[in-house]
């Protein structure tokens, strides 16, 4: 199976902050990497996908990068309704494994 | 509205059963390959298994590979999943989700449309 590592795992920010969080698989996976945000109680939402498209409706301040391994989701300018955790997802290969979150806090 | 709503959750004994279901509004539900996804009690997102558009081909993780069952019946645009054997550690909230992608390549876009989850709690 694939793994995959977040770092950090949870991360303070104020609004306004630059984010940044990244997502490590243990093998190569081209360009097959998701994000999604997570809040309480709600549905996940799906983000990014293809490492780097942005899904409809999700706001610009949103980007995602990298290819092989490594890969990094950046939140420009922080609101406060970004404050969530959020996970990447390969989808390379079965067993889609996720990472283990990283948790946005004010 | 696109929409998918789960239901059967409940609290069951250590090697009890319990089916979900999950039923699927707003587009062509035979169009799209179905996955179930968990989260357990202070734990991250767990793929758990996966159903193809006419449900010819299924896949599980090893966690529970034996012991649970996914299906479905497009004629209800519903998704089944049928735990049996269930243990401490199936404990969590179990979300339906759809695969983005078209037949070719269905998890290459994501999963973007999920449920708001059904709670399975096993407990004595």
């Known amino acids: 199976d694939i793994q995959m590592t977040q770092s950090p795992s949870s991360l303070s920010a104020s609004v306004g902050d630059r984010v940044t969080i990244t997502c490590r698989a243990n093998?190569?996976?081209?360009?097959?990497l998701i994000w999604y945000q997570h809040k309480s109680g709600k549905a996940p939402k799906l983000l990014i996908y293809a490492s780097f498209s942005l899904q409809g409706g999700v706001p610009s301040r949103f980007s995602g990068s990298g290819a092989g391994t490594d890969f990094t989701l950046t939140i420009s300018s922080l609101q406060p309704e970004d404050f969530a955790t959020y996970y990447c997802q390969q989808s390379y290969t079965a067993p889609w494994t996720f990472g283990q979150g990283t948790r946005v806090e004010i | 509205e696109v929409q998918l709503v789960e239901s059967g959750g409940g609290v069951v004994r250590p090697g009890g059963s319990l089916r979900l279901s999950c039923v699927a509004s707003?587009?062509?539900?035979?169009?799209?390959?179905m996955t179930w996804v968990r989260q357990a009690p202070g734990k991250g997102l767990e793929w758990v298994c996966d159903i193809n558009s006419n449900g010819a081909s299924t896949g599980y993780a090893d966690s529970v590979k034996g012991r649970f069952t996914i299906s479905r019946d497009n004629a209800k645009n519903s998704l089944y999943l049928q735990l049996n054997s269930l243990r401490a550690e199936d404990t969590a909230l179990y979300y339906c989700?759809?695969?983005?992608?078209?037949?070719?390549?269905?998890?290459?876009?994501?999963?973007?449309?999920w449920g708001q989850g059904t709670t399975v709690t096993v407990s004595s």
């Open positions: 093998q190569s996976i081209s360009n097959y």
């Open positions: 989700a759809r695969a983005a992608g078209g037949s070719s390549s269905p998890y290459y876009y994501g999963m973007d449309v």
């Open positions: 707003g587009f062509n539900f035979d169009d799209y390959d």
